[in-house]
């Protein structure tokens, strides 16, 4: 006998937020499924973890919970203001998470969602940092000019030793394309 499919405010509530936006849901592992209560699927927000059935994940993806093709980076608020960097889960590269929720698109063209429910608060997370190299970009507000960062997108940055790399290889595929033409 399967169990009885929870309402939308029960899974909330279970799982600690009031909206689905960044709650991850999926297959989970077999050994971490309730299979007697036939919850073969996990759904995850910031400070829970659940076993659902797969009805109940039908139910969160239904109130905006996001599809396994998004990434979900988490973050928190705190007095300081001190805002982090996170990974992308398609390329690794580091992606500023700011101070608001938000929905994004890696450099990569992965696709993901900032949410701000991490708890307990992970202070070890890096500040803003470079998206190729991950150094932290409050190392260089000493001269600016000297070592100017250059906005990749509305998340991203690069230093000025990255932006560089990258215009040397681009010279670098644009002369063998011409070799090759
Ligand atoms: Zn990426
Ligand atoms: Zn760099």
New binding site residues.
Partial sequence: MGAKTRTIEQLLQALQVTVAFGVETGRAAAVGADLAANRKYFARSGTRVQTITRDEMEVLRGAGAPGQDVGVLRSFQNAARTTFSNRCPGCQRWIHLGSTEHAGECFCGQTYRVVFDLSPEDWSLRQMC??????EMTTSLAGPALNPWHAINGDQV??D??ALKRVASQAAEASARERHM
Avoid at 130 to 135: A, E, F, Q
């Fill in positions: 470079c998206m190729d190299c991950g150094v690069q230093c030793a990255c």
